[in-house]
């Protein structure tokens, strides 16, 4: 099966100054991401959030990384170039509208590869669709402009047999794209877990074999972290006393 999605555009924010996310939360999933689907590359988006409880199952997360609090992800199909110069046009901020949340890493990176858990009997081309609990996010530094993935291809039969693992894809940096205005310099690969049961706990669950992947990689693991979904109604988590919020699993509706 061809895989229309060729690349992600990630963004990794931190909390807004205020404390206060909800404003440009609202402005994000009500007019910015949609008015992005206006561009014929744009395969999906989706944006995952960082909870008390997601934070304290982190893995790792280098000196200056540990603020990052919401993952975002733009699926994009070729032709790239084209895709990102209307990507940057479309949906900017304008007078009025909310800060961007200060930002952390951004990047356009290429899909290496996709593997889905047997259990889900999807194609693993179909798996961001999929509805999810959220994520577990792997970013690596790569030491090497072109690093091995050898060490996680051989971890990746382990993670998809740990319960709430629906499946794995991993992008790197493709030095030959045209840089775009603050873009993160360096060469990276992220990692992308889609799971289907509360993120904290599997994340929880993953430690052992990401101990296996990390131990031959040519990397430097910048976050490793799981995050939740987010969805629109969701905004009231967000606000000033987050960290007092329930899970998803216990919000009401």
């Not at 993120?199 to 074999?209: F, H, Y």
Request: charged share 20%; with cysteine; hydrophobic share 40%.
């Amino acid at each position: 099966m061809e895989n229309r999605c060729s690349f992600s555009y990630l963004s990794l924010a931190r909390h807004a100054e205020t404390g206060d996310d909800r404003p440009y939360l609202d402005w994000h999933q009500f007019v910015h991401m949609p008015e992005k689907y206006q561009i014929m590359g744009i395969v999906g988006g989706q944006r995952w959030i960082s909870t008390s409880a997601c934070r304290a199952a982190r893995a790792a997360e280098s000196p200056g990384w540990s603020t990052v609090s919401h993952v975002t992800s733009y699926l994009m199909a070729d032709p790239i170039e084209e895709t990102l110069d209307e990507f940057m046009r479309v949906g900017a901020p304008m007078m009025g509208e909310p800060a961007y949340l200060p930002n952390q890493f951004q990047r356009t990176l290429k899909l290496l590869d996709i593997h889905a858990a047997p259990r889900v009997g999807l194609p693993p081309q179909v798996l961001p669709f999929r509805p999810n609990r959220g994520i577990y996010f792997v970013l690596e530094e790569l030491l090497e402009p072109e690093g091995s993935s050898d060490s996680l291809r051989e971890v990746i039969p382990e993670l998809l047999g740990v319960s709430g693992v629906a499946g794995v894809w991993t992008f790197a940096s493709l030095s030959n794209l045209r840089p775009r205005n603050l873009y993160t310099p360096g060469h990276y690969r992220a990692t992308v877990l889609y799971l289907d049961k509360e993120p904290a706990v599997v994340g929880m669950q993953l430690a052992e074999a990401l101990e296996f992947w990390w131990r031959a990689a040519p990397a430097k693991v910048l976050l490793a972290a799981p995050f939740e979904s987010m969805t629109a109604m969701d905004l009231d988590r967000f606000g000033p006393g987050e960290d007092e919020a329930p899970s998803i699993a216990e919000s009401p509706g």
